[in-house]
Each structure stands twice: as C-alpha cells, then as structure tokens.
T-cell receptor
C-alpha cells in the first residue's frame, strides 16, 4: 500500500518553514525523499534508515519515527528553488530488496517571492 | 556522470497499437524500474528487474510487459495500448545495497498519449 503524504499541497512565502509528513500502514525499514521540479526527473534528497539518526542538509532535514511508521521532511527558511513536488518512498523490512520502493502520492510545494 | 536515458520525451499512439518504451543506463546498475506517474497518484511501480532476463511485477502490471536482454537496457511494452494508459512513464535504476549511494536515478520521462 502506498504511504500517505500530507499535506497534498502547500504554498509558502520565501523564508517560511514547511513540514511534509509521510505515513505508512506497514513496518518500515527505510524512507527515501525525492524532489521533482516541474518537467524534470525526480532527484534524491536523503534516506533515513531504521535506527538511524535524523538526516539532512542545512535547511532541509528529515526524521523517522519507527513506532509511528512515519517520516517528516522539514524545510526551513524556504527558497524559491525549493518549489516542486516532494515524494517519500518507503522500503520494506529488508534492505536487500533491490532498492524497491513504494512512493507516496506527492506533496506539491510552491514558494512565492 | 550518471545517466539514464529514455527513448522519447513525447509519444502519441493510437488505441490498440503495440508500444515500446526504452530505457538505457550507463551506470552498470543491476536494478531497473518502470513507474507511471499520474496527478494525485504519485509514482506507481509497474515492473522491476534486478538482473538480466529477470523481472518482477510491481503494483500495477496489468496491460504491460517488460524485457531485459542486456544489463543496460530495460524496455516497457504496452501490448495493446488503451486510453487509460495515457500517462508519464519514468524509468529508474538502483545499485545493489552497500555498493554505492542509496538513491534511485531517474530518466527524464516519456509522456505517452493514447488516442
């Protein structure tokens, strides 16, 4: 089953923060985050593994709550370049599944000047 | 530089036609995937392959088949195209766990319209 992302869409002003959630009904081993800009291929942002720490760069980070089977992506002080559709992809209980992921339906993020 | 290419960016076909979508990668990755992307539904896995001549069904394989005769090439086949197969099709590759980064690399996509 597809993980559920929320919200489905969000509009921000430059400099504002946003949180995108990804929830699964199945036990998770890993959560991957991707961003797709309009007309382009999805690009990998980060992976979170069961038992791992919160990952991220300066202003984009993510957490993984194994108990709740949920991951959250945090975008801080958003920039225009953050606009796009964000997807979470969930991996199963074994990492040795050839990288197979089940993706959520996506969250469309628009950052306005 | 990592590269995944797809044979066409845009394709228009008629109902009932046999359609071939090709994906080629130059990264020597074992695993390759075909997704379709529809608004509000995200990326849904059609088929994947973890080795030459090996394939497994994804979540929505009906109406599709695949072929992987060489490691670098993974083809998606629509045996008899129908209008509900109008969509964006994305190919992706992945290296075996522990042998590189953890990311899937995506091609640019093929927007298929079936009339």
């Amino acid at each position: 089953q597809q993980p559920v992302q929320s919200p489905q869409a969000v509009i921000l002003r430059e400099g504002e923060d946003a949180v995108i959630n990804c929830s699964s009904s199945k036990a998770l081993y890993s959560v991957h985050w991707y961003r797709q800009k309009h007309g382009e291929a999805p690009v990998f942002l980060m992976i979170l593994l069961k038992g791992g720490e919160q990952k991220g760069h300066e202003k984009i980070s993510a957490s993984f709550n194994e108990k709740k089977q949920q991951s959250s992506l945090y975008l801080t002080a958003s920039q225009l370049s953050y606009s796009g559709t964000y997807f979470c992809g969930t991996g199963g209980v074994s990492y040795n599944q050839g990288g197979k992921l089940i993706f959520g339906q996506g969250t469309e993020l628009s950052v306005k000047p | 530089d990592v590269k995944v290419t797809q044979s066409s960016r845009y394709l228009v076909k008629r109902t009932g036609e046999k359609v071939f979508l090709e994906c080629v990668q130059d990264m020597d990755h074992e695993n390759m995937f075909w997704y379709r992307q529809d608004p509000g539904l995200g990326l849904r896995l059609i088929y994947f392959s973890y080795d030459v001549k090996m394939k497994e069904k994804g979540d929505i394989p009906e109406g599709y088949s695949v072929s992987r005769e060489k490691k670098e090439r993974f083809s998606l086949i629509l045996e008899s195209a129908s209008t509900n197969q109008t969509s964006m099709y994305l190919c992706a590759t992945f290296h075996q766990p522990g042998q590189g980064s953890n990311e899937q690399f995506f091609g640019p996509g093929t927007r298929l319209t079936v009339l």
